[in-house]
C-alpha cells in the first residue's frame, strides 16, 4: 500500500502586473544587504509544510492529541484589532510597489498567541498528511541518522516552534496572524515579508501545488525557496527603504526573540533546511540576472521562477543548472515499485529527497549553532553534488521496518564519493541495522531495518524494484521492466542522460 502525503510546499499561473511597475534590477547598495536572517524569527508559512507532526505535549497548546479539526476558512482564529488592519492595509501598498503585482483582496491581519499558531500547524499538517505519513516520518528520520533513536520528534518539533514563531501567514483563511506582544516595529517588518506571501498566494495559489506534490519533498523544498527567496527579496527592499523610520529597539528585539539554546538542542534535520530555504533561496532568485548578490534580484526573474518553478533543490543550490539553458539540468524521476516480497509486508511511506537532504546525511549532526555559525553554514558538498535523482520507501510488517532508499548520480564518482563520505559518519549504537548496496556503478542503495533480521530486511529489499526516467516521462511500471532500467540485482541502471 503506497500512501500519499508529504512534508513540504507552493504553485504556478499568471500574474497581473501593476501599472507602470518599476521592473529593474533592485539596487545593489550596502543598506539593501539583507539583514541577518530576520525572517527566521516568523517561520512564516512554510512551517505547516516543513515541520512534520507536532503533537505531543508540552506546557503551551493543547493538553492532550485529540484530534484537531482541519482548519476552514469560516472558523474566525485571532483577535482583530483596528491598528494592526490599518498597519497591513498601509504596507500592502507598499509590497505592490515593490513587487511589481497588485493585491487582487484585502489580507486581513489578527493577533495569536502560540497556542493558536501550534494549533494551526497541527491542523494544516493533518490537512495535508495521511496518518500514516505522519506515524512513519520519525522512524524514516532515525534510520537516516538525522534524530537519535527514541527521540520524540513531535516534542522537539513542537519546541522549537514555540521558542521561534513570530507570524505566520495561514493561505486557508488568507490571513496574516503576527503573535501578541511583539515590538510595533518588528511587526512592520514581518508584515513585509509576510505580505508578500499573501501577495503571491493570491496570484499563485500556494496550497494548490502543496496537495499537488505531497510525495516530492525535494520539489516542495524547492518551490518553497521561491516562495521564501521571493518574500526575503521583497522585505529586504522595504526594510532599506524604511530604516530611518524603524527602532532600533525593534531589531534588538528580533535577536533576543531567536532562542539560539533550544535550536542547538534540535538535531540539523529540524533547522538546516530551513535556514537553507531563506538564504540559499533569495541567492537563486538573484542569480537570474547574473549577479548573485544576495540583495539583487529583478521582479520579471522572480515571476520566472514561479511560472517555470525549479523542480529539484540541485537547481536551487547551483543556480546555473536552472537559469542558464545551456548548463539546465532536470532530475531523473526514480520510482519504486513492490514485487516478490514476503508475505505481510506493505509500503507506508514513500518520498524524493533531494540534494539538500542528501547533503544532511553525511554531515556532522553535532555541530553547535549561533548567529556566526550562521555564515558557515553549508548546504551541499562534494559529496551531495552530482546527484541525479532519488526515491525513498518504507516497508512495514507488524513492529518491523524496512527502508530502502535508492539514489542515482550524474557519474559513478560521484556515487562513489558518497558512498565514502557515508563511510566516515559515526554512527550511534543502535538496534538499527544498515547496510550500503551499489546495485549498479551510478546507483547506490540504502537499505535499513528495524525489528527483523538482516537477512529478511534484504530479501524485502531484494522485492523492491526501482525505474528511472528523464524528466516528464513515466517510468515503465510493467513486471517487467526494460533492460537497463530495473533495481538492485539486475543489470546495472542506465547513467543519466545528458539534459
Known amino acids: 500500500m503506497q500512501t500519499p502525503g508529504a512534508s513540504w510546499t507552493l504553485p504556478t499561473h499568471s500574474t497581473t502586473p501593476v501599472a507602470g511597475s518599476n521592473d529593474a534590477l ?54 482583530e484589532d483596528a491598528e494592526l488592519t490599518r498597519l497591513a492595509t498601509e504596507i500592502m501598498g507598499q509590497i505592490e510597489s515593490l513587487r511589481g503585482l497588485a493585491f487582487r483582496s484585502q489580507v486581513a491581519a489578527r493577533y495569536a498567541d502560540r497556542a493558536a499558531f501550534l494549533r494551526y500547524v497541527e491542523a494544516m499538517e493533518q490537512a495535508m498528511d495521511s496518518p500514516e505519513r505522519r506515524a512513519a516520518e520519525p522512524w524514516v528520520a532515525q534510520m537516516l541518522g538525522w534524530i537519535p533513536v527514541g527521540m520524540d520528534l513531535r516534542k522537539v518539533q513542537r519546541e522549537v516552534l514555540a521558542s521561534q514563531v513570530g507570524g505566520f501567514y495561514d493561505p486557508v483563511r488568507k490571513t496574516f496572524f503576527v503573535m501578541e506582544g511583539l515590538h510595533p516595529d518588528l511587526i512592520r517588518i ?125 537547481q536551487v543550490l547551483h543556480p546555473s543548472k536552472y537559469w542558464q539553458a545551456d548548463q539546465r539540468e532536470e532530475p531523473l524521476r526514480v520510482e519504486q515499485r513492490s514485487a516478490d516480497l514476503p508475505a505481510g509486508w506493505q509500503q507506508v511511506y514513500a518520498d524524493t529527497l533531494g540534494e539538500l537532504l542528501v547533503a544532511l546525511c553525511t554531515q556532522s549532526q553535532t555541530r553547535k549553532l549561533g548567529p556566526l555559525a550562521l555564515l558557515g553554514l553549508r548546504y551541499t558538498h562534494d559529496a551531495a553534488r552530482g546527484w541525479a535523482g532519488d526515491r525513498i520507501g518504507l516497508w512495514q510488517r507488524e513492529e518491523a521496518r524496512v527502508l530502502v532508499w535508492d539514489l542515482f548520480w550524474d557519474t559513478p ?48 529489499a531484494a522485492g523492491v524494484r526501482c525505474s528511472t526516467s528523464p524528466w516528464g516521462k513515466i517510468p515503465d511500471r510493467s513486471p517487467r521492466s526494460p533492460e537497463g532500467t530495473e533495481g538492485p540485482s539486475q543489470t546495472p541502471p542506465q547513467d543519466r542522460e545528458p539534459h
Open 190 to 314: 514581518l508584515m513585509a515579508h509576510e505580505l508578500a506571501h499573501a501577495l503571491d498566494d493570491q496570484h499563485y495559489d500556494l496550497l494548490a501545488t502543496d496537495r499537488r506534490l505531497t510525495d516530492r519533498t525535494d520539489a516542495l523544498l524547492a518551490h518553497h525557496a521561491v516562495i521564501e527567496g521571493c518574500a526575503q527579496v521583497v522585505m529586504t527592499r522595504w526594510v532599506s527603504e524604511h530604516v530611518p523610520t524603524l527602532d532600533p529597539k525593534a531589531l534588538q528585539e528580533y535577536q533576543q526573540q531567536i532562542d539560539w539554546k533550544v535550536l542547538e538542542a534540535a538535531p540539523r534535520y529540524l533547522w538546516q533546511p530551513l535556514f537553507g530555504l531563506y538564504g540559499r533561496g533569495q541567492a537563486f532568485l538573484a542569480a537570474g540576472s547574473g549577479g548573485g548578490a544576495l540583495g539583487l534580484a529583478r521582479v520579471e526573474d522572480l515571476e520566472k521562477a514561479y511560472r517555470d518553478l525549479p523542480r529539484s533543490m540541485e
Open 413 to 460: 564518482r560521484d556515487a562513489q564519493e558518497f558512498c565514502d563520505a557515508l563511510s566516515q559518519v559515526e554512527v550511534e549504537e543502535s538496534s538499527i541495522g544498515r547496510a550500503i548496496e551499489r546495485p549498479g556503478e551510478s546507483q547506490v542503495r540504502w537499505v535499513a531495518w528495524s525489528g527483523t533480521p538482516r537477512e529478511v530486511a534484504l530479501k524485502v
Open 26 to 79: 533592485f539596487p545593489k547598495t550596502r543598506k539593501n544587504q539583507p539583514l541577518p536572517m530576520f525572517c527566521l524569527l516568523r517561520l512564516a508559512y512554510l512551517l505547516p509544510a516543513l515541520i512534520g507532526g507536532i503533537c505531543a505535549e508540552t506546557s503551551i497548546g493543547p493538553a492532550n492529541e485529540q484530534e484537531v479539526a482541519v482548519p476552514t476558512a469560516e472558523e474566525p482564529w485571532g483577535r
